[in-house]
Every structure is written in structure tokens, then in C-alpha cells.
């Protein structure tokens, strides 16, 4: 029983990593109709520059700030830049540039910094509190699950209720009629992709502490279980991200605590199967489709 | 009473000499027409004849190979992005409207781009087409009459001194038509120009104050209703398809 909650609880708190890094790809492919196979390379890219912020300026806060700042200009270059030449009907060649550009980026990274694991200080202790004598959620780990929660809300009311976000939701669904009713198209695309690769870096900053430490592969992982999540909710549908975020998280959790780690993936993979038979559009994915 | 920033000698969409091709296709063949302030113009042609084409060259979003489009007597823009700003609104063939967002948002949509709450605005023009009660509905589940008049109500929030209507009428009822004719004729009365693409014969020959025929991309007849349906080589064309059979 004890054991059960204690894997539960830190299933959660996984489980809202993953959901905030699914969400950045359901946010990108809802923009820009991609799997950005570089996610997990930007994303530590940006984690990288917290990582200089912090050492530099002693705080971990500059440096939560300065992943987010680096995710998003990420995002923008990235955009701006090499994927706007593929810009088509051609997926493959977009899915080319983004491996090209996880090579780019992890070389360079590795070149840079090294490509050992740097250990990152989580900004809160990581032992479980207890209660009674039953061990919980650490503090870290509320720490994550507060931020991760107060993003997805922000993300929410970004989404749902600014004119931003109206623009930003048309331009996704019907590019063509939005341009006649005078959106800027182009600039919402780039600003989806700022959010999804800065939603990302966060992702990954606070996946980090919690892991080996901090190495140009750290977020690979990370990737392939929220591309897993993401596919399981259904690519365009930011309540499926959080929902099979969880519910992955805690899967993982408790296939690791009550078998072993190693059949962790066969377990998540076992369920991606699965709904990929029942609902190969994921489990929350909607009825309509984009428009021109 | 505001004084017109330019004369009324300029008509408000002007279209001139304008070709288009797709591939070797021609499209428009050397099409000439205007529309003057609060005119209502109405094209029409069979299927294929090439008056969506028109809307999308008035648009930005074809370009002609010959020929032009002035809008209130400067070149059209040549981005469809910058229509609103130039007072141009257009409706879709289709419907054009964004399912999963309510009917207030679809609305809101056009009027997103400057700041400001423009919810009173939104809100006024829903309740001018009785659409308020739905407001809050997701605009896809809606029956199809009011999803025509959201897509119209989207269309006038930006209080547009040219529409462009592409067959409004399409898959309406007696009672929705008339509905829609008189709203054409009141946004007409308040000084917009309108251009209306659309085969219901009785729609047209109400609302319109000039039609101008298009028959495989060229322009076959222009005047006024009563000239138009006269015309042997209108009815041969068109008109008269509906006549004979
Ligand atoms: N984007 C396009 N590419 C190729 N052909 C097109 C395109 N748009 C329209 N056409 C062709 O141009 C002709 C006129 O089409 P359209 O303007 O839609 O006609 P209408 O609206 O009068 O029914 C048709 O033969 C149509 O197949
Ligand atoms: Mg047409």
C-alpha cells in the first residue's frame, strides 16, 4: 500500500513532464502541422543556456527564465529559418531537416560543454516527505507538478481566451481562410513554434534534476515518451497531452517500482499499440479536420 | 454625412482587362467590370465559368497573368492578409467557418488584429442576423441556414466597404433567402458595394442593380437586370439552360 502511493505519486509528478513535453509537440503540430523530430535537441539546447545562466548567476530562477527565453528564440530561428525553405505538402523533408538538425545541435553541444552528465541542482530537496509513514511526493517534485500545472493553465488561457490565441487557433485549422480575414499566418506559425520549444525546454529543465544530470542526450527519452503521449491523446488535442501524460507517468511508474525499469518502454509501447489499433487517431483526438 | 476620401467618379472595385490561367487552362479572358459605392453587383455564369476565380484575383490569391484589380482606385493589394484594412470582406463558396470555435469567436476572428475588446462589436452584428441565442455554440453543430449567417455575420463585423459574396444563397430556403436579400439591400443602402456571385435566379434579379454574365471566363453581357434577361446570347449561355429544360 505504502509502496503503491509512493509510485503513484512520483508517477504523477513524471507524468506531468511528459504531459508538458507532449503538449509542445501537440502545440507545434497544431501549428505548423509537424513532428519536430529535433524537439528533444532544442530543448535541451535551451536547457544548456539555463544551465550557463545559473552557473553565472547563481540563480536557478534567472536560469528557468533563460530556458524559456533560448527555447523560444530557438523555436523562431529554427522556423524563420531552415524549415521555412520545406514549407510544402512534403513531410520527409522536414522530418530530414529536423535530424539533421538534432545531429547539428547535440555535436555542437557536445563539442561545447562536453559530453559528459553535468549534475544540475534541483532548486528544492528531492527526498519524499512522509506522511506518517507512508514517503510522498518530494518537494521537488510539488514544485514540478505546481509549475507544470500553472503552464498548461496559462497555455489554456492563452489558447482560449486572448485574441492571440483566437489567431493563433484559426491560423492552425484554415491557414487560407484566415488569411482573408487578415491574420498574419506566417507570424503564427512562428509564434507557435516559440511556444512549443520553449513549453519543451521547461519540460526538460525540470526533467533533468531528476535524471543522470545534464548531457546533450538528456531529453532523448524524454521525446520518445511524450511523442508516445502525444500519439495516445492524439497530436491535436492539448487534453489528450495531459491526460495520457499522466496516465503514461503512472504506468511507468508502477511497471518500474513493481517489475523493473527495463520493461518500462515495452509497457508504454504495449499501450501505443494498443490505442493505435482501437483509435489510430488517439484516444481525445477530434472529429474535424484541418481546412484549407 | 462623412465627405468620401476620393471621388465619386472612382468606382470602389474596379477590374479591368484581368486574365488568369492555370497551366495552360484559360481561366478569365480579358474580364472588365466595375462596381460603384453602395452598388450591388451581381456575377453570374454556370459552373466552371470561372466567378470564384474572379473573387480569388480580387483577393490576392491567384495571380493574372494580364490585366488588374483596383480597389477604390489604388492597385488591389497583393496580399489577401491585407484585405480587411483595404474594407474588402469576403464569404466562401463553402462555409468556410471555423467548427470547433464558437459563433462568437468565428466572428471575432476578423476583428482580432487590432486591439481592444471588440466583443459589443461581435455581439451586434450576431443579434442585426438573430444569431445571439447561439453565440456560445460551437459554430459546426449549428443547422446550415445559421452557419450561413455566421459566415455573413464574419463577413460584416469589419463593417466592410466592399463584399464579396460567393453564393450566399446556396443551400437556403425560400424564407432564409429573402432574409439574406434584405440584408444585402440594407448593407447596400449604408453605402457598401457589394458583389454577389450566385445562380438563384429571383435572388439576383431582386437584390442586384447591374449583373454581368461570365461564360467561359469572358464576359458575355453587362446592365441591368431587365437588359440581361433579354439578352438571346445570356439566355443561351445560361438563363435560357434553366428556360428550356
Ligand atoms: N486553383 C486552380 N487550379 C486549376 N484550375 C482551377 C483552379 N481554380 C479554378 N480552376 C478551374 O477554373 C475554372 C473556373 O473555376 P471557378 O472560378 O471556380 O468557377 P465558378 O466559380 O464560376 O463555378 C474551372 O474549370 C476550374 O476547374
Ligand atoms: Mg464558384
Not at chain 1, 545534464?214 to 497531452?241: C, E
Not at chain 2, 480580387?58 to 496580399?79: F, K, T
Not at chain 2, 461581435?122 to 444569431?131: D, H, K, N, Q, S
Not at chain 2, 463577413?155 to 432574409?179: R, S
Amino acid at each position: 500500500m505504502d509502496r503503491l502511493v509512493f509510485l503513484l505519486s512520483s508517477g504523477l509528478a513524471r507524468g506531468a513532464v511528459l504531459a508538458l513535453f507532449a503538449l509542445s509537440l501537440v502545440i507545434v503540430w497544431r501549428s505548423a502541422r509537424v513532428v519536430n523530430f529535433a524537439q528533444a535537441a532544442m530543448a535541451i539546447t535551451a536547457v544548456y543556456a539555463a544551465f550557463a545562466i545559473t552557473a553565472a548567476s547563481g540563480s536557478y530562477w534567472l536560469g528557468l527564465l533563460g530556458a524559456l527565453a533560448a527555447g523560444a528564440l530557438l523555436g523562431a530561428l529554427v522556423e524563420r529559418g531552415p524549415l521555412r525553405f520545406v514549407r510544402g505538402d512534403d513531410p520527409l523533408s522536414g522530418m530530414i531537416i529536423a535530424i539533421g538538425l538534432v545531429m547539428v545541435l547535440q555535436a555542437g553541444l557536445a563539442m561545447a560543454f562536453g559530453p559528459e552528465h553535468r549534475p544540475m541542482r534541483a532548486p528544492f530537496p528531492e527526498r519524499p516527505l512522509m506522511i506518517g509513514e507512508i514517503p510522498v511526493l518530494s518537494p521537488y517534485e510539488v514544485f514540478v507538478l505546481i509549475v507544470a500545472a500553472a503552464v498548461m493553465c496559462a497555455l489554456a488561457l492563452l489558447f482560449g481566451k486572448t485574441p492571440l490565441g483566437l489567431k493563433l487557433r484559426a491560423a492552425a485549422f484554415a491557414p487560407e481562410t484566415s488569411r482573408l480575414l487578415g491574420v498574419r499566418v506566417p507570424r503564427m506559425v512562428t509564434i507557435g513554434w516559440m511556444l512549443s520549444v520553449a513549453t519543451a525546454a521547461l519540460a526538460a529543465l525540470l526533467l533533468v534534476p531528476t535524471e543522470l544530470g545534464l548531457n546533450p542526450h538528456a531529453a532523448d527519452l524524454l521525446f520518445v515518451d511524450a511523442f508516445a503521449v502525444a500519439v495516445v491523446g492524439g497530436l491535436d488535442s492539448p487534453v489528450g497531452a495531459l491526460a495520457a501524460g499522466l496516465i503514461i507517468g503512472i504506468l511507468d511508474s508502477l511497471v518500474t517500482g513493481y517489475a523493473t525499469a527495463a520493461a518500462a518502454p515495452l509497457a508504454v509501447l504495449v499501450l501505443l499499440t494498443g490505442v493505435l489499433l482501437v483509435r489510430p487517431r488517439g484516444l481525445f483526438a477530434a472529429a474535424d479536420r484541418r481546412t484549407g | 454625412m462623412t465627405i468620401p476620401s476620393t471621388p465619386d467618379a472612382v468606382p470602389r472595385l474596379e477590374i479591368s482587362g484581368l486574365g488568369v490561367a492555370f497551366g495552360g487552362l484559360t481561366v478569365l479572358d480579358d474580364v472588365s467590370f466595375t462596381v460603384g459605392r453602395g452598388e450591388t453587383v451581381a456575377l453570374i455564369g454556370p459552373n466552371g465559368a470561372g466567378k470564384t476565380t474572379v473573387f480569388n484575383a480580387v483577393c490576392g490569391l491567384v495571380r493574372p497573368h494580364a490585366g488588374g484589380v483596383r480597389i477604390n482606385g489604388r492597385p488591389a493589394p497583393a496580399s489577401a492578409t491585407r484585405l480587411p484594412s483595404a474594407g474588402v470582406s469576403r464569404t466562401l463558396q463553402g462555409l468556410g467557418l471555423f467548427e470547433r470555435m464558437t459563433v462568437l469567436e468565428n466572428v471575432l476572428v476578423p476583428l482580432s488584429g487590432t486591439r481592444g475588446d471588440h466583443t459589443a462589436e461581435a455581439r451586434a452584428i450576431l443579434a442585426r442576423l438573430g444569431l445571439t441565442a447561439l453565440a456560445e455554440r460551437p459554430a459546426g453543430a449549428l443547422p446550415y441556414p445559421e452557419r450561413k449567417r455566421v459566415a455573413l455575420a464574419r463577413a460584416l463585423v469589419t463593417a466592410p466597404d466592399l463584399l464579396l459574396l460567393d453564393e450566399p444563397a446556396g443551400g437556403l430556403g425560400a424564407a432564409d433567402i429573402d432574409a439574406l436579400a434584405g440584408t444585402v439591400a440594407e448593407v447596400a443602402a449604408s453605402g457598401c458595394s457589394v458583389l454577389v456571385v450566385e445562380h438563384h435566379v429571383d435572388f439576383v434579379m431582386g437584390v442586384a442593380d447591374r449583373i454581368v454574365v461570365l461564360d467561359f471566363g469572358r464576359v458575355i453581357a453587362c446592365g441591368t437586370p431587365g437588359e440581361v434577361r433579354g439578352d438571346p446570347a445570356v439566355e443561351a449561355a445560361y438563363l435560357g439552360l434553366g428556360a428550356a429544360s
